[in-house]
């Protein structure tokens, strides 16, 4: 699985958007991007995932650039809630996968601490 | 409502004991997996299951064990064995041929 690059740390103010950075430079063809956060002493929450084309869910937003060697991902309106590391995770589809053997491994790295201030 | 759960929340053992930390998923998942958090950083992935009696190693897996007798539970045993015990540890689940893993809400475990 490719290798991720993010920000050790960025501020928001509430109400106004987040963009979130991850550098993806060698990722390969069959490979997507997956967004997860973690609120401080919970387990890790699911965001959103995309290949190529940008999406949306009531979450957030994920824009991929069109090498597809970067991606962003975007809280509209950020609240303070939203204070969270949050996880830039590149990895095959398992349905992709050729190897059932594998799993659904998920590669977490140490991500960016989003901080929305009031 | 469906999810997953870990008990207890908070563990405090003596060094030198087993102890085995408890998931349990009401979704009907068949995978399901066991990572560790140290302070600071990402997780790393223990053990993973795909099915009933079937599991594999994930990256740190020396000196813990697991089993997956049901489709429900897939119990961690943190062992003496294993040399730096005290972490959060998640266990997750998820869909077969899915990829989106729903977490459960962690166990601290502090060894003294």
């Known amino acids: 699985d490719a290798k991720t690059t993010q920000p050790p740390s960025m501020d928001c103010a509430e109400g106004r958007a987040a963009n979130l950075p991850c550098n993806h430079s060698t990722i390969s063809g069959n490979e997507y991007v997956y967004w997860y956060r973690q609120i401080h002493s919970q387990g890790p929450q699911y965001i959103i995932h995309g290949l190529k084309n940008n999406e949306t869910n009531e979450m957030a937003s994920l824009i991929i650039t069109e090498d597809r060697k970067s991606s962003t991902l975007i809280l509209p309106h950020a609240t303070l809630r939203d204070t969270a590391v949050y996880y830039c995770i590149v990895r095959v589809a398992k349905s992709r996968d050729v190897s059932w053997t594998s799993g659904s491994r998920l590669t977490f790295g140490e991500g960016t601490q989003l901080t929305v201030n009031p | 409502d469906g999810g997953i759960t870990q008990s207890p929340k908070y563990l405090f053992r003596k060094e030198g004991q087993n102890v085995t930390l408890s998931c349990e998923q009401n979704?009907?998942?068949?995978?399901m997996y066991w990572y560790r958090q140290d302070p600071g950083q990402g997780l790393r992935l223990i053990y993973y299951s795909q099915i009933v009696n079937d599991f594999q190693k994930g990256d740190i897996a020396e000196g813990y064990s697991v089993s997956r007798e049901k489709k429900e539970s897939f119990p961690l045993t943190v062992t003496s064995a294993q040399k730096n015990p005290t972490a959060f540890y998640l266990c997750a689940s998820s869909i077969t041929r899915r990829d989106e893993q729903y977490f459960g809400p962690g166990t601290r475990l502090t060894v003294t």
């Open positions: 979704l009907n998942h068949d995978a």
